[in-house]
T-cell receptor, first 113, second 112 residues
Framework: GENVEQHPSTLSVQEGDSAVIKCTYS??????FPWYKQELGKRPQLIID?????GEKKDQRIAVTLNKTAKHFSLHITETQPEDSAVYFC????????????FGAGTRLFVKA | NAGVTQTPKFQVLKTGQSMTLQCAQD?????MSWYRQDPGMGLRLIHY???????DQGEVPNGYNVSRSTTEDFPLRLLSAAPSQTSVYFC???????????FGPGTRLTVL
């Protein structure tokens, strides 16, 4: 089955610096890659996603890149702010059967003011 | 719209007890899923459904049952609770296979 690995598990940056989180997936049938942000005690919420026919997508300070050949995708946050502190999850959706979504283990991001 | 709702918010069970976690959505979404969240392990898929009457197993289905008799509801049943099932449980729904998943507020379950 699909397996999604996410690195690093913890990331600490200074306010204003960039943060990069990387994920790899195992199933070449995956074709949709969302990223979720979860603040402490709250539910995960989608922040950006990318489909397999696109290599890069940007939304203000966040961007996601996808390399289908290498089966990896990354989240880039520029000009980090303290409110970016949260746990970030990557995920991969498989376009077979029930379109299930498998998540990575998460990255806890700390942005120091 | 209430979105995705879950009940209860908190629950304490004794080993061997059974219970049902409720999940409902009012967005007419076909796709629904149950995840458990444990520290350092992310969100692991338990069961999912692509529509009323259709369910399938995820990554960690053992010890859990689901059914989907209506589009709106997707209950998760613990047949005989074990301490290893202590976790936070999230229900989620989405309209499209490759679309945003909307999560419920979660149920924090402790099994003693």
């Amino acid at each position: 089955g699909e397996n999604v690995e996410q690195h690093p598990s913890t990331l600490s940056v200074q306010e204003g610096d960039s943060a990069v989180i990387k994920c790899t997936y195992s199933d070449s049938a995956s074709n949709y890659f969302p990223w979720y942000k979860q603040e402490l005690g709250k539910r995960p919420q989608l922040i950006i996603d990318i489909r397999s026919n696109v290599g890069e997508k940007k939304d203000q300070r966040i961007a996601v890149t996808l390399n289908k050949t290498a089966k990896h995708f990354s989240l880039h946050i520029t000009e980090t702010q303290p409110e970016d502190s949260a746990v970030y999850f990557c995920a991969a959706s498989i376009n077979t059967g029930g379109f299930k979504t498998i998540f990575g283990a998460g990255t806890r991001l700390f942005v120091k003011a | 719209n209430a979105g995705v709702t879950q009940t209860p918010k908190f629950q304490v069970l004794k080993t061997g007890q059974s219970m049902t976690l409720q999940c409902a959505q009012d967005m007419n979404h076909e796709y629904m899923s149950w995840y458990r969240q444990d520290p350092g392990m992310g969100l692991r898929l338990i069961h999912y459904s692509v529509g009323a009457g259709i369910t399938d197993q995820g990554e960690v289905p053992n010890g859990y049952n689901v059914s989907r008799s209506t589009t709106e509801d997707f209950p998760l049943r613990l047949l005989s609770a074990a301490p290893s099932q202590t976790s936070v449980y999230f229900c989620a729904s989405k309209r499209d296979p490759r679309g945003e998943q909307f999560f419920g507020p979660g149920t924090r379950l402790t099994v003693l």
